[in-house]
T-cell receptor, first 115, second 115 residues
């Protein structure tokens, strides 16, 4: 089966600019996650969707970050305005969902550099 | 909230030796513990996982042990090979009908296997 797709793979912007990332999960996967991975650290969950509803966005900096998952499939993550500390790899993951164990499959990530 | 500590941050072994990476978690309700391998510039990939109802799980050269009382779990790689060189992340999660299955990652261990 096709994996999680993300675009773009790389993005360089200046601080205070806006940027958007796109994720297409594995077909049929109800749960979608956005993680931020700063260099040298483990991924940190930003937001989790179940279908098109938000399950957890407790660590999303809502003053500048927003995310949506219209129609419960693709998702976009936006940063406006970007700060230097937003430089990181943004990983999207999906899982089949449900109450039991469900492996998360990661996309290749988008590497963001904020100058 | 849940916190996961991972040690060591870097580990260098000779080919054929064993490698052990240790993690501790803070939330006693955690019941699912996956390990991810991330090669340079690539996506994290699940290599093994364990649930809280078992103490050990093996898959060829890889094994994971869990001590619920002490709240720590470890990854063991035997007969290491150069292709095992990567960053390894542990994670902890609570899975179940009323939980989101959110993964909390450790900081990562860079494993170098010298030929």
């Amino acid at each position: 089966e096709a994996g999680v797709a993300q675009s773009p793979r790389y993005k360089i912007i200046e601080k205070r600019q806006s940027v958007a990332f796109w994720c297409n999960p594995i077909s049929g996967h109800a749960t979608l996650y956005w993680y931020q991975q700063i260099l040298g650290q483990g991924p940190k969950l930003l937001i989790q969707f179940q279908n098109n509803g938000v399950v957890d966005d407790s660590q999303l900096p809502k003053d500048r970050f927003s995310a949506e998952r219209l129609k419960g499939v693709d998702s976009t993550l936006k940063i406006q305005p970007a700060k230097l500390e937003d430089s990181a790899v943004y990983l999207c993951a999906s899982s089949s969902g449900g109450p039991s164990y469900n492996e998360q499959f990661f996309g290749p990530g988008t590497r963001l550099t904020v100058l | 909230g849940e916190n996961v500590e991972q040690h060591p941050s870097t580990l260098s072994v000779q080919e054929g030796d064993s490698a052990v990476i240790k993690c501790t978690y803070s939330d006693s309700a955690s019941n699912y513990f996956p390990w991810y391998k991330q090669e340079l510039g690539k996506r994290p990939q699940l290599i093994i996982d364990i649930r809280s109802n078992v103490g050990e799980k093996k898959d060829q050269r890889i094994a994971v042990t869990l001590n619920k009382t002490a709240k720590h779990f470890s990854l063991h790689i035997t007969e290491t090979q150069p292709e095992d060189s990567a960053v390894y992340f542990c994670a902890a999660s609570i899975i179940g009908s009323s939980n989101t299955g959110k993964l909390i990652f450790g900081q990562g261990t860079t494993l170098q296997v010298k030929p």
